[in-house]
T-cell receptor, first 113, second 114 residues
Framework: EPEVTQTPSHQVTQMGQEVILRCVPISNHLYFYWYRQILGQKVEFLVSFYNNEISEKSEIFDDQFSVERPDGSNFTLKIRSTKLEDSAMYFC???????????FGPGTRLTVL | AQKVTQAQTEISVVEKEDVTLDCVYETRDTTYYLFWYKQPPSGELVFLIRRNSFDEQNEISGRYSWNFQKSTSSFNFTITASQVVDSAVYFCALSSNTGNQFYFGTGTSLTVIP
């Protein structure tokens, strides 16, 4: 069964460093998403991406964040200068239609020291 | 505004008991979609069910059942004869008719005691 994959599973970085989180969505899906979950809290939407551009983003997704689909399979989230409060689990999701079920990857746990 | 409320933060039940997880949503859309996801201790989000706003039929899948009531804006989830493997955090989520983002509730942490 196809699934969303994410790498790395755990990333530790120093405050102020740039990180890139990688995702491989399900191959025939067209819509891609990033969410984050601060430990013990709810899952929060960051951004949605379709047709090589951002379709919607939340207030959390400020200028420190960017997304890219550098090739036909990867979908990345870059945090330019990490802050302590960026420590969270980051989930990638994809679906074939914008209102269809979103399938989530296993997440990347980001720890900013 | 879209909002999902899961008032139960934590629930503990003894194995084989039935348990119902509550979900109340707010939306001004006439077309919307409701979801339940399970997050086991390993952390991933596992899809359980999707329901659109025009389908109020209750659904049963094995030990799981869902009760969708538009009149009370609720989409409750019942686990029958709970098992230890059901221990997880369960999230209810809402998506609008334009899709894009999901609005998640704060989750209900279910512990099934053997």
């Amino acid at each position: 069964e196809p699934e969303v994959t994410q790498t790395p599973s755990h990333q530790v970085t120093q405050m102020g460093q740039e990180v890139i989180l990688r995702c491989v969505p399900i191959s025939n899906h067209l819509y891609f998403y990033w969410y984050r979950q601060i430990l013990g809290q709810k899952v929060e939407f960051l951004v949605s991406f379709y047709n090589n551009e951002i379709s919607e983003k939340s207030e959390i997704f400020d200028d420190q964040f960017s997304v890219e689909r550098p090739d036909g399979s990867n979908f990345t989230l870059k945090i330019r200068s990490t802050k302590l409060e960026d420590s969270a689990m980051y989930f990638c999701a994809s679906n074939s239609g914008s209102t269809d079920t979103q399938y989530f990857g296993p997440g990347t746990r980001l720890t900013v020291l | 505004a879209q909002k999902v409320t899961q008032a139960q933060t934590e629930i503990s039940v003894v194995e084989k008991e039935d348990v119902t997880l509550d979900c109340v949503y707010e939306t001004r859309d006439t077309t919307y979609y409701l979801f339940w996801y399970k997050q086991p201790p390993s952390g991933e989000l596992v899809f359980l069910i999707r329901r659109n706003s025009f389908d109020e039929q209750n659904e049963i899948s094995g030990r799981y059942s869902w009760n969708f009531q538009k009149s009370t804006s609720s989409f409750n989830f019942t686990i029958t004869a709970s098992q230890v493997v059901d221990s997880a955090v369960y999230f209810c989520a809402l998506s609008s008719n334009t899709g894009n983002q999901f609005y998640f509730g704060t989750g209900t942490s279910l512990t099934v005691i053997p």
